[in-house]
């Protein structure tokens, strides 16, 4: 039979732990930008032209390689996975722009200059850079 004293310490050991076991649950989840990592093999071919117009258009927030900024969040990211955000959310978001939902960086206002074509090519190079890194 435990003593009262070691009987506290030994909860106060598991609150603590369940503590920290909720925060890393939290961290994995929405509000952490450094979450992905980046992809770090040669862009294919049939991505480049994706890759050209995601530098162009969308990595000023969502990062080289869709790591993530301070302005905007990782699209290399297990929430922006097919079955999460599937294709069309990503011609939505270029079209109408995306009220803030999931992170704390605002709204992102809508793409000027590209077209449904553009963005296509951007969502293949987004897909190839989340299996890169583990997504599907
Ligand atoms: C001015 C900054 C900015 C630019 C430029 C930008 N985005 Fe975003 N984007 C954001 C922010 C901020 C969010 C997160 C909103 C939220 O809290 O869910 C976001 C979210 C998204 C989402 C998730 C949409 C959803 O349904 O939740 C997609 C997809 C996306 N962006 C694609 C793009 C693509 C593709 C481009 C380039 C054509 C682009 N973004 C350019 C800031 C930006």
Same mark, same amino acid.
């Given at each position: 039979?435990?003593?009262?004293?070691?009987?506290?310490?030994?909860?106060?050991?598991? !609150?603590?732990?369940?503590?920290?076991?909720?925060?890393?649950?939290?961290?994995?989840?929405?509000?952490?930008?450094?979450?992905?990592?980046?992809?770090? +093999?040669?862009?294919?071919?049939e991505v480049q032209v994706g890759e050209a117009k995601f530098s162009a258009n969308c990595a000023g927030?969502?990062?080289?390689? +869709?790591?993530g900024t301070k302005q905007g969040p990782p699209l290399v990211h297990k929430i922006y996975e097919p079955?999460?955000?599937?294709?069309?959310?990503?011609?939505?978001?270029?079209?109408? +722009?995306?009220?803030?939902?999931?992170?704390?960086? +605002?709204?992102?206002?809508?793409?000027?200059?590209?077209?449904? !074509?553009?963005?296509?090519?951007?969502?293949?190079?987004?897909?190839?850079?989340?299996?890169?890194?583990?997504?599907?």
């Amino acid at each position: 039979m435990q003593s009262g004293v070691e009987m506290n310490v030994w909860l106060r050991g598991a !609150g603590l732990s369940l503590l920290v076991a909720v925060l890393a649950a939290c961290e994995s989840g929405a509000t952490n930008p450094e979450a992905a990592k980046p992809a770090g +093999g040669a862009t294919p071919a049939e991505v480049q032209v994706g890759e050209a117009k995601f530098s162009a258009n969308c990595a000023g927030c969502h990062g080289v390689r +869709g790591v993530g900024t301070k302005q905007g969040p990782p699209l290399v990211h297990k929430i922006y996975e097919p079955n999460h955000h599937a294709d069309v959310a990503f011609q939505r978001a270029a079209e109408n +722009g995306v009220r803030a939902h999931h992170w704390e960086f +605002g709204n992102m206002p809508k793409i000027e200059g590209v077209t449904a !074509g553009d963005v296509d090519h951007i969502i293949r190079y987004v897909r190839w850079l989340q299996r890169e890194a583990g997504i599907y």
